[in-house]
C-alpha cells in the first residue's frame, strides 16, 4: 500500500456536539464531502475506544464512497483498526515520531502546531502536513492566544520553500475570512497555505453541502490571489502621472455624490474630523456601535478606524465595522493613533490588522515603524512619545512604506514635513502642506478622513484615493497658512477647514508638489 496523495483544500474536522440534532455525523460528513471537503478527521474526545471504533467505520464508509481520506484525531488504536488513511495529534498527544513508528511509512501523519518552532520539529519528525493554529477565537478550543494571519504567516515563513511538509490553517476559520487569511498568510519565502481546516462553519452549519461549496470556494479565491503575489503579478494600475491627472475629477464626483463615511474615532477630535469630511464634500457619520455596525456597511461607502481613544467598546465596534465592511467590499482606512506608544495600542492594532483587512494605512514614522515591526518588516525602529514620534525619522523612508504596502497588499501612507504614499509598485513623496498642520491637534486624523472620503469614490484604486486625500489636506493647509487672518495654530484651525471647502479642482494640478520615487521591487 502506498501513501495516499492528498487535497488539503477544505479540511472538515468533526465535532458530534456541534452536529446539529436533526441529522447524524455521518450525514453531516456525506453533506460536507458532496459540498467539496477533500479530508475528513473524526475527532471524538468523549467516546471509548469501542464506541470510536463503530462510528468511525459508518464515517468510514461515506468517505471511501467518495475517495475522500479520512483521518482518526488522537487515537492510533482506531486508526490501525479501521485502517484508516492517516491521523492527527496533538503537541500534548503522542509525539510525532511514536505516532510514526506505530503508524508505518505509509500513512498520512499530521500535528497541531502554533510555534515556528514546532513547525521545524514536525518537519523533523517526519509529519506530512501541520495544522497551524489556533489562528481566531473558536467554540471549540479556548487557546491562551491566537495567531491571526500575521502569526500563520511567522510560522509559513519558519519553513523552507522547497519543503514537501503541507499546511493547513485551523480555528476560527470561517466564509468571511477564508479568502483573508490565505491570502494575507503568504510568507516572504512564498509558501501558501495549502488549505483550511473548519469544524464549527461546516458541522454547526444548516446546509454543510452548501457551507462547503462557499468555503471551497473562498479558500480557491485566496489562493489565487496568494499565488499571484508570489509570482509578482499585479493588475495593471495607472501610472503616478496619471493618478495626478485624475485629482481633479476625483474632487469633483466627491462633492457630487457626498458619500457617506463611517467613522469610528476618538473623542479628541471627533467634530473636526466630521467637519473635514463635510468641508471636502463628504457627508460623516460618527458611530462607535458595534450593534449597528452590520446595517451601516451596506449603506457607507467608506470606513474609518482611528484608535486614538481606546475603550473596550471602541475596538469592539471597530472589529465589528471592519468584518461587515469586508463582506460589502467597503475600503478601510486604519489611523492607529499612538500604535507603540504603549502595549494596549500596540496589542489593539495588531488585533486589528489580524481581525480584517485593511486597505489603507495611515500613520506617522512611528506608528508605521511600529506596524512594520507587527507584520515582520526588518526595517528601522522610530520611537514614540505619546502619539508622536521621536528622532528624524527612516534613513529611507519610502523604502519602508512601500515594504510594509507590499507585505500587507494595502495602501500605505507615511505622514511627516514629506509624506509619502505606496502601494507596493507605486511609491511616491508629497511635499505639499503647511508648518501649522503639526500645532493643532488632529490634522493627522483629519487627514485619514480626507483619505476615506476619496477611497468612497475611488474603490478600484486606493493609491489614487490615498494620494488626493493627503493632497487635498496639505494645499487646504498652504492656502490658510497664507491668509492675513491667521496668526497662529489657534486661527488656523477654522481657516483651515474653510479652505478645505474652498479647494477649487482646476487649481490643483499645477499646485503639487509630488515626485514619484523609483524603488527596487
Request: hydrophobic residues 40%.
Amino acid at each position: 500500500m502506498t501513501k495516499p496523495v492528498v487535497d488539503y483544500s477544505l479540511y472538515l474536522v468533526t465535532d458530534s456536539g456541534l452536529n446539529l440534532p436533526s441529522r447524524t455525523l455521518v450525514q453531516s460528513v456525506e453533506d460536507s464531502i458532496l459540498g467539496g471537503v477533500t479530508l475528513v478527521q473524526l475527532r471524538e474526545k468523549e467516546l471509548s475506544t469501542d464506541a470510536f471504533i463503530e462510528l468511525a467505520r459508518k464515517v468510514q464508509a461515506v468517505t471511501k464512497k467518495y475517495n475522500v481520506p479520512l483521518l482518526i484525531n488522537d487515537n492510533i488504536e482506531v486508526a490501525l483498526a479501521i485502517d484508516a488513511e492517516g491521523a492527527h495529534v496533538g503537541q500534548d498527544d503522542i509525539s510525532c515520531l511514536e505516532a510514526r513508528k506505530l503508524l508505518g511509512p505509509n500513512k498520512i501523519l499530521g500535528i497541531s502546531t502554533g510555534t515556528p518552532e514546532e513547525a521545524k520539529k514536525a518537519l523533523e519528525d517526519g509529519a506530512d502536513y501541520i495544522g497551524i493554529g489556533t489562528c481566531f477565537m473558536t467554540q471549540t478550543k479556548s487557546p491562551k492566544r491566537t495567531l491571526g494571519p500575521i502569526g500563520v504567516r511567522t510560522i509559513l515563513e519558519a519553513l523552507p520553500a522547497e519543503s514537501s511538509l503541507k499546511t493547513v490553517v485551523i480555528g476560527g476559520i470561517k466564509n468571511d475570512n477564508t479568502r483573508r487569511v490565505i491570502s494575507h498568510s503568504v510568507g516572504a519565502n512564498g509558501r501558501i497555505l495549502d488549505g483550511i481546516a473548519v469544524v464549527t462553519g461546516v458541522v454547526g452549519a444548516v446546509d454543510a453541502k452548501k457551507a462547503s461549496e462557499q468555503l471551497l470556494s473562498e479558500y480557491k479565491a485566496g489562493y489565487d490571489i496568494a499565488s499571484k503575489r508570489v509570482q509578482g503579478l499585479v493588475e495593471e494600475r495607472a501610472s503616478v502621472q496619471d493618478v495626478l491627472k485624475s485629482f481633479s475629477q476625483l474632487l469633483t464626483t466627491l462633492r457630487e455624490k457626498s458619500p457617506l463615511v463611517h467613522h469610528i474615532s476618538n473623542y479628541v477630535v471627533m467634530n473636526d474630523t466630521a467637519n473635514a469630511t463635510l468641508a471636502l464634500g463628504g457627508s460623516p457619520i460618527m458611530a462607535p456601535s458595534a450593534a449597528e455596525a452590520e446595517d451601516l456597511s451596506k449603506v457607507v461607502s467608506s470606513v474609518v478606524l482611528n484608535i486614538g481613544t481606546l475603550t473596550e467598546s471602541f475596538v469592539d465596534c471597530m472589529l465589528e465595522a471592519g468584518k461587515h465592511a469586508n463582506a460589502q467590499s467597503k475600503p478601510i482606512v486604519f489611523d492607529p493613533v499612538g500604535a507603540g506608544a504603549t502595549t494596549l495600542r500596540e496589542s489593539t492594532t495588531r488585533k486589528i490588522l489580524n481581525s480584517m483587512h485593511v486597505d489603507i494605512i495611515k500613520g506617522n514614522a512611528g506608528e508605521i515603524s511600529t506596524i512594520a515591526k507587527i507584520v515582520g518588516c526588518d526595517t528601522e525602529s522610530i520611537a514614540m512619545r505619546g502619539v508622536d514620534s521621536l528622532g528624524s525619522g527612516f534613513s529611507n523612508p519610502a523604502a519602508v512604506v512601500q515594504a510594509v504596502a507590499k507585505r500587507e497588499s494595502c495602501v500605505v501612507v507615511m505622514t511627516g514635513l514629506i509624506d509619502y504614499v505606496s502601494d507596493g509598485t507605486r511609491t511616491v513623496a508629497i511635499e505639499n502642506g503647511h508648518a501649522y498642520q503639526g500645532r493643532i491637534t488632529g490634522s493627522g486624523c483629519m487627514a485619514a478622513s480626507s483619505i476615506g472620503c476619496f477611497a468612497a469614490i475611488s474603490p478600484n484604486d486606493h493609491f489614487a484615493a490615498a494620494v488626493a486625500g493627503i493632497l487635498a489636506i496639505n494645499l487646504a493647509g498652504e492656502h490658510a497658512g497664507t491668509r492675513c487672518d491667521v496668526q497662529g495654530p489657534g486661527t488656523f484651525r477654522a481657516a483651515f477647514i474653510d479652505e478645505m471647502a474652498n479647494l477649487a479642482p482646476e487649481r490643483m494640478l499645477t499646485e503639487t508638489r509630488i515626485k514619484s520615487v523609483e524603488l527596487s521591487n
